[in-house]
């Protein structure tokens, strides 16, 4: 099993507000998980590293062998909600960051299952033989439409707002947020892939398979910095973020 994560500032931004990581726990599962801190409002990285290390802390601590879909998904709300409270506390001692908040997508590998949850749009998607397929549903403006079935002049009118988040982690009061949890079987050599919009906006995902497939622990950075370098030639303005496990 090999695995990898990066996140990159990007070319044209001062700060970066995503943060990706992978990691095991003790009974052998594993966490992928990637953030992005809103970067239209102060404390978005803040943001995003209190809800990557509430659940990663937490994480480390479960031994999710008993656990069943239900459960994971109630512990996904548990170590949301947690977040949350660490978000008004840190709200509590700065109101420059009162509308702090970020996306966040994280994977619990057990066994042959993933167990995704995803807030906002940042994605998860499952890479085989050169074809990819989204996991994750997006929570934005522009997924709302598409859902609805609207026509052209529906999306014209709300042209400039498409991408405007309906779901993120923030304060407890900011947001009543949904949680959709999504069951995924992994097959040898399938790649679980997740990405911030500052990645995924700006590359082709079909061609991801075969440059992550050949990685092993010794060219993992190489090759994620060029999979960040390409995006960025590719326009990306934004942080990148990525994050993969070969199974």
Same mark, same amino acid.
């Given at each position: 099993?090999?695995?990898?994560?990066? $996140?990159?500032? /990007? $070319?044209?931004?001062?700060?970066?507000?995503?943060?990706?990581?992978?990691?095991?726990?003790?009974?052998?599962?594993?966490?992928?998980?990637?953030?992005?801190?809103?970067? /239209?409002?102060?404390?978005?990285?803040?943001?995003?590293?209190?809800?990557?290390?509430?659940?990663?802390?937490?994480?480390?601590?479960?031994?999710?062998?008993?656990?069943?879909?239900?459960?994971?998904?109630?512990?996904?709300?548990?170590?949301?909600?947690?977040?949350?409270?660490?978000?008004?506390? *840190?709200?509590?001692?700065?109101?420059?960051?009162?509308?702090?908040?970020?996306?966040?997508? *994280? $994977?619990? #590998?057990?066994?042959?299952?993933?167990?995704?949850? =995803?807030?906002?749009?940042?994605?998860?998607?499952?890479?085989?033989? =050169?074809?990819?397929?989204?996991?994750?549903?997006?929570?934005?403006?522009?997924?709302?439409?598409?859902?609805?079935?609207?026509?052209?002049?529906?999306?014209?009118?709300?042209?400039?707002?498409?991408?405007?988040?309906?779901?993120?982690?923030?304060?407890?009061?900011?947001?009543?947020?949904?949680?959709?949890?999504?069951?995924?079987?992994?097959?040898?050599?399938?790649?679980?892939?997740?990405?911030?919009?500052?990645?995924?906006?700006?590359?082709?995902?079909?061609?991801?398979?075969?440059?992550? #497939?050949?990685?092993?622990?010794?060219? +993992?950075?190489?090759?994620?910095?060029?999979?960040?370098?390409?995006?960025?030639? +590719?326009? $990306?303005?934004? =942080?990148?973020?990525?994050?993969?496990?070969?199974?």
């Amino acid at each position: 099993m090999n695995f990898g994560f990066i $996140s990159d500032i /990007g $070319s044209q931004r001062k700060h970066n507000d995503d943060c990706a990581l992978v990691i095991q726990n003790e009974h052998q599962q594993t966490l992928l998980i990637v953030c992005d801190g809103l970067g /239209g409002y102060k404390g978005g990285a803040a943001a995003s590293h209190i809800t990557l290390e509430t659940i990663k802390d937490n994480f480390l601590a479960t031994n999710f062998n008993e656990y069943d879909e239900q459960q994971i998904r109630k512990w996904y709300i548990k170590v949301i909600k947690l977040a949350q409270i660490e978000i008004d506390r *840190a709200v509590l001692l700065d109101k420059d960051v009162y509308n702090m908040g970020t996306t966040v997508v *994280a $994977s619990i #590998i057990i066994n042959d299952f993933v167990y995704t949850l =995803n807030i906002g749009d940042s994605r998860a998607y499952l890479l085989s033989n =050169n074809q990819s397929s989204q996991i994750s549903r997006d929570h934005n403006l522009l997924q709302v439409l598409h859902e609805r079935k609207v026509g052209p002049e529906v999306y014209e009118k709300h042209e400039k707002n498409l991408f405007s988040l309906t779901q993120f982690v923030g304060r407890t009061s900011n947001v009543v947020l949904s949680y959709d949890l999504f069951v995924t079987k992994l097959h040898h050599n399938e790649i679980i892939v997740l990405t911030s919009d500052g990645f995924h906006n700006y590359f082709e995902l079909n061609d991801l398979y075969d440059k992550l #497939i050949v990685t092993n622990q010794q060219t +993992n950075n190489q090759i994620l910095q060029q999979l960040i370098n390409q995006a960025i030639d +590719n326009g $990306s303005n934004d =942080n990148l973020s990525l994050a993969f496990l070969i199974f």
